[in-house]
């Protein structure tokens, strides 16, 4: 996912130029002889308040994942293409953050099909 949001992010800021000239021919400066001049300082000011907004919208709508692990171990498609329970890796990522629930740990275990420090186990 990181690689394609890499990818998304070059595509959008691609048209930042265009953007750019096309906002700083709204703002004109007196010309320096024969060379048209523009004002793009506040051209960037107000280029940088959208991307700002933008940024500050997505931030308060977006997930919150709080002590996420981003680790091999924690990555339940990559535990299952070596082999492993899928299911051990959200219990592991539900114990490491403390989130026990409403259910006893023996319950967790059930769920993901393992005994800690069993196969499959990540502890």
Known sequence: ????????????????STIEATIGERYPLPPKGKTK?????????IFMACVFVYVIVLT???????GRGFGAAHDGDGGEAMGRDPGAAIVH?????GKT?????S?????SGTV????GSFA
């Open 101 to 105: 629930g409403d259910r006893d740990s």
């Open 107 to 111: 319950e967790d275990e059930k769920v």
């Open 93 to 97: 990522d539900r114990e490491a953050m």
């Open 37 to 45: 001049r523009y004002a793009y300082g506040k051209v960037i000011c």
């Open 116 to 119: 800690r420090g069993g196969k």
């Open 60 to 66: 308060v709508i977006g997930p919150e994942r709080l």
């Open 1 to 16: 996912m990181v690689g394609t949001s890499y990818q998304l992010g070059n595509l959008i800021s691609s048209a930042s």
